[in-house]
């Protein structure tokens, strides 16, 4: 049965994967036969949502839960629910440039997702509820509608700076990129060296406990006052560059610290690369693929991502969420990282709804908003799950 879900996974991955680059061959294609060949691409992405729905099948038989309760989990089903916006979105619009953003993304989501540890354990007495299912499902597919409208939103941007229109918004475009080629980066240094069984291992006491942590890259940073138990030699590299504050507890903190900053270390020699190579910015390679869509349409698919998933969110974030907490813990709120974080999410979508129905913010300011608005999410992703200690660490 494990081998059955792990090939699922694969061949979601590839399907995805296809789908994606059918996608870009469409939207870099103005010939009138590309139209069967975006049909194609949207039969692979649908497609790969079936056989996606088979893999979490297949995990609930053999774990007994539904896989949303770990990292590996929750991004999976993230990139699942972003995968399904976009289709119900592109049944509206049918906008294939739309596709060529959005599927590369959830392939590098679901690699991300790839990242982390995939078995299957017994769940902790507050995961056994659920509400938690309930939670977690609805928060996700609110959030894939954000990814959507922040696709759209970037899409925007793109064609509004790239067409020299907007040029004043062009250094923050492009950091905004070169952001998502650090995840893109990480992605591939994990899976690297996770592929040639890199292995670290450090031991340190958090109170009464003393705790194993575990490194599947080379470890930049160390945690706080521990000794080295084991460190693979990577190109003459034998040791850590300094340790993690003592602040930084959260559970394995380190070890997901130093994924942070490789992160940011492969995603900026890429981008170094791809400068010395290309020599142009990275919105002005994408600009052709954009630059005979409508954008009005983009705003508005934009806008229409945020609507679709302000109300899901609502409800899992918060409504369902609170539900559980008061379940688990006895409390429905309690200011947690995690529960301040999705209260932050939710206030700016908040915002960025009053702004763009009763203050007329559209165009420019409405993509900059959705766009901040996943980031808000990433950080929440990244950030908050991995680093900050809180009831959520077990994610």
């Known amino acids: 049965m494990t081998t059955i879900m792990n090939n699922l996974l ?58 949303t309760s770990n990292m590996f989990e929750f991004i999976a089903f993230l990139c699942f629910a972003l995968v399904v916006a976009f289709i119900v979105i592109f049944a509206i619009y049918r906008s294939y440039v739309l596709g060529a953003f959005v599927m590369p993304l959830a392939v590098v989501l679901l690699a991300y997702a790839a990242v982390f540890p995939r078995d299957i354990q017994p769940l902790i007495p507050a995961l056994q509820s659920h509400w938690l299912y309930i939670h977690v499902t609805t928060a996700a597919l609110g959030q894939g509608a954000f990814a959507v409208a922040f696709v759209a939103g970037l899409i925007y941007l793109i064609y509004q700076v790239g067409s020299g229109a907007k040029q004043k918004h062009a250094k923050y475009l492009e950091m905004t990129l070169v952001v998502m080629v650090m995840f893109l980066g990480f992605s591939i240094a994990s899976l690297l060296f996770q592929t040639f069984g890199y292995q670290a291992s450090f031991t340190h006491q958090i109170e009464d406990n003393q705790i194993v942590e575990e490194y599947h890259l080379p470890p930049i940073v160390a945690p706080n006052d521990s000794k080295a138990v084991e460190v693979s030699s990577f190109l003459g590299f034998k040791g850590p560059l300094f340790e993690t504050p003592s602040w930084m507890k959260g559970e394995h903190a380190a070890s997901k610290f130093n994924s942070v900053i490789w992160g940011i270390v492969v995603g900026l ?105 996943f980031v808000i999410i990433m950080v929440n992703l990244i950030v908050i799950n991995l680093v900050i200690s809180g009831l959520h660490s077990y994610a």
């Open 10 to 67: 694969y061949g979601t991955f590839i399907f995805y994967f296809v789908s994606a680059i059918v996608f870009i061959v469409v939207a870099t294609n103005t010939k009138k036969r590309s139209q069967r060949w975006g049909k194609i691409a949207v039969t692979l992405g649908i497609a790969g949502v079936v056989i996606h729905i088979g893999f979490m099948i297949t995990r609930i038989v053999i774990g007994g839960h539904f896989p």
């Open 269 to 373: 020699i890429l981008y170094a690369i791809y400068r010395l190579i290309i020599r142009k910015n990275l919105y002005q390679l994408l600009y052709p693929l954009v630059k005979k869509l409508d954008p009005e349409l983009l705003d508005e698919i934009s806008y229409r991502g945020i609507a679709i998933g302000y109300p899901l969110f609502t409800l899992g974030a918060l409504i369902f969420a609170m539900i559980w907490a008061n379940e688990a813990w006895g409390r429905p709120w309690g200011w947690d990282p995690k529960e301040t974080w999705a209260f932050i999410t939710w206030m700016f979508y908040s915002a960025y709804l009053h702004l763009r129905l009763s203050r007329g913010w559209v165009g420019m300011k409405s993509a900059w908003l959705a766009v901040g608005g």
